[in-house]
């Protein structure tokens, strides 16, 4: 009874191991798009909006209105900014601060999902340049 039960114990750790193995590799960094690429799509001279949290993307986002019903949202690369980290020390998730700001723009990957939106909707991603409260 033992010598059988081993060999299934053995079986059932290895495919345990390899499925769990499986479900941990880190997808590839696609190098042409988001914040990895080195291209720019256009530099965003300082606008005022909000940054806000983004609950599907569970990140936070500078958005603001070009014209009414039309909305950009920007996704900031350079998360560790100095004036984007003193913005968001102890802030929660349900806050939203009013900024000026601009940067350098990159678009989005091709299939990037942001959910549901409403209006004329954009998203890209933003390397700051200068941010600040107003």
Do not use: H
């Not at 299934?8 to 479900?23: A, D, R």
């Not at 941990?24 to 965003?44: E, F, H, M, W």
């Not at 009414?68 to 996704?75: A, D, L, M, T």
């Amino acid at each position: 009874m033992k010598t059988k039960i081993i060999p299934i114990l053995i079986v059932l750790t290895s495919i345990l191991l390899s499925v769990s193995c499986k479900k941990n590799k880190t997808q590839p960094v696609d190098t042409t798009c988001g914040c990895a690429t080195t291209s720019i799509k256009y530099r965003l001279e300082e606008q005022a909006g909000s940054l806000s949290y983004f609950a599907s993307k569970a990140k936070w986002v500078f958005v603001y209105q070009p014209l009414p019903g039309n909305y950009s949202y920007y996704f900031p690369c350079n998360t560790s900014q100095d004036s984007l980290r003193i913005i968001l020390q102890n802030a929660n998730t349900t806050q939203t601060f009013n900024v000026k700001m601009s940067g350098k723009v990159k678009s989005t990957c091709p299939g990037e999902d942001f959910g549901v939106t409403s209006g004329v909707t954009t998203f890209d991603y933003i390397i700051i340049d200068s941010l600040k409260r107003y």
